[in-house]
């Protein structure tokens, strides 16, 4: 079907994100760290809106505003603005939400930067209209599912933690590059320090997406990059098939429901919404001085772009390999362990970022809680090197490794995983299979096709221990002498 239509697919990103490293909200010294903690438990006047109190800005959630709008290579602004955006929302205590706006006199932290990606070894830019910093609503908590709920609890725990709002321009044309923009973002976030995108809630996507000259839909609150590109794909079948069918695709707000993989509507978009964007009169705008701003931006740590170009340059890494890694900074780091004690980089490089990580995966490890160490890892190699152990048994061996952090040595020897190499033993071994059995020996000396049953016999009498290599070169010898002499 999508062969019929040749459509441009434009898509704009929406991603808001907890600035989950810091310690109280944005605007009070309540505790951010809600997470697992009692409902309305972690709130005061000021996050409750409550009348009569005063907000004052958090010094640390503007300057990590600040090294994220450098790394996305943002034009920063010389003042903080805050507006009050009006609409009502029952998670909304004061009815107004305290952000930022770019308009005729409102400024946001930072706007005009951008994200380099790489999709299919396609480097690609995408812009990023602008990052405002803004209070998280509190959260509605609904029984069973949205549909259902018969009815909705709120939490205000959440209220008034800090928040970036990061736009992009709809620069990205595919579901792949969503991801791969959303992965790059969230990889540099991560390496800033700012957010732990392992939490719960700590980003959600809201996704625009249209195809060129038709409207356009949003998918709200998504929470995961897995789930924006599902989304995005499943609304890229549904649209289409609207247009194949010469119906009219309504500008629409729709939810994600990730248990059934599909989009629902929820409301259809008021054109404009009049959020009433006003100066917040309770924070005047504050200048920040250049100074301040590169303090920031000198002690910016390595981040994933610089880090890659290391990666190349020092591991003698390709671009693909060293991205893999970078991305997953815990791995990169895991790598870089491990590469102090083993040479063979790339070796080293493929290893983690196949088989690896894939068992990672398939056991669900959070690599927070890693068993298996960068010396594990390394010993299989090297046994590995040695030709001690072959490749079909790194993969039989690397899961328990993996999962369990488990000796390889003791593992092997436990598990029969030694190897022999050992040519006298081979030999000694091969004799006795020719002694046995004269009849495939002369099999074998007039149709070598037959060899392959003279080398199964001798790995059955080693238990499949022997060097298969070494047995087939054993045999080979021993039947040439065999024929030579006519015996
Ligand atoms: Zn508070």
Request: charged letters at 30%.
């Amino acid at each position: 079907m999508s062969s019929d239509l040749n459509l441009k697919t434009i898509i704009g990103l929406e991603i808001h994100v907890q600035l989950t490293k810091l310690k109280t909200k944005l605007f009070c010294a309540t505790s951010a760290d809600y997470r697992g903690g009692k409902p309305n438990t972690h709130v005061c006047p000021v996050c409750l809106g409550l009348p009569g109190t005063l907000p004052v800005v958090n010094r640390k959630a503007i300057e990590y505003a600040i090294a994220v709008a450098k790394a996305l290579n943002c034009e920063i602004s010389d003042k903080i603005m805050f507006v009050r955006k009006h609409y009502f929302y029952p998670d909304l205590p004061k009815n107004y939400q305290i952000s930022q706006y770019i308009g005729p006199g409102f400024e946001s932290i930072a706007k005009n930067g951008y994200v380099k990606i790489s999709v299919d070894g396609k480097s690609k830019i995408v812009r990023i209209r602008r990052i405002n910093v803004e209070e998280d609503p509190g959260r509605i908590v609904y029984i069973g599912s949205i549909e259902k709920s018969p009815y909705s609890l709120i939490d205000y725990n959440r209220s008034g933690v800090a928040l970036l709002e990061i736009v992009t321009e709809p620069d990205i044309e595919s579901p792949k590059e969503a991801r791969a923009f959303l992965e790059k973002l969230m990889a540099i976030l991560e390496y800033l320090g700012v957010t732990d995108p392992g939490l719960e809630g700590a980003f959600r996507v809201d996704a625009n997406i249209s195809f060129e000259g038709f409207g356009r839909v949003e998918v709200k609150n998504i929470g995961s990059i897995k789930d924006v590109e599902k989304a995005l794909n499943y609304e890229i079948i549904r649209q289409k098939r609207i247009i194949l069918q010469g119906g009219k695709i309504e500008r629409e707000t729709r939810h994600w429901d990730a248990d059934k993989g599909i989009t629902i509507s929820l409301r259809s978009k008021e054109f404009e919404e009049d959020y009433r964007y006003f100066p917040d009169p309770d924070l005047p705008p504050l200048k920040i001085s250049k100074e301040f701003i590169e303090k920031i931006i000198s002690s910016l740590p390595e981040l994933p772009d610089e880090r890659i170009r290391r990666f190349l340059k020092q591991y003698g890494l390709d671009e693909y390999r060293a991205t893999v890694l970078v991305l997953n900074k815990w791995l990169a780091d895991f790598f870089e362990e491990a590469a102090k004690i083993y040479g063979n980089y790339k070796k080293l490089a493929d290893l983690l970022i196949t088989d690896f990580l894939r068992w990672i995966n398939e056991y669900n490890i959070d690599y927070r809680k890693l068993k298996v160490k960068p010396e594990h890892v390394v010993k299989i190699l090297k046994l590995w090197d040695d030709g001690i152990l072959s490749v079909k048994m790194v993969k039989e061996i690397l899961p328990h490794v993996v999962r369990d952090g488990v000796d390889v040595e003791e593992y092997i020897k436990e598990h029969g995983y030694i190897r022999i190499v050992d040519k006298n033993y081979i030999q000694e071994v091969v004799a006795e299979v020719f002694n046995e059995n004269p009849k495939a020996v002369q099999d074998a000396i007039e149709n070598p096709k037959a060899i392959n049953y003279l080398i199964g016999l001798v790995m059955k009498k080693t238990g499949g221990k022997a060097d298969p290599q070494i047995t087939r070169e054993i045999v080979l010898e021993m039947l040439n002498k065999k024929r030579d002499t006519g015996s």
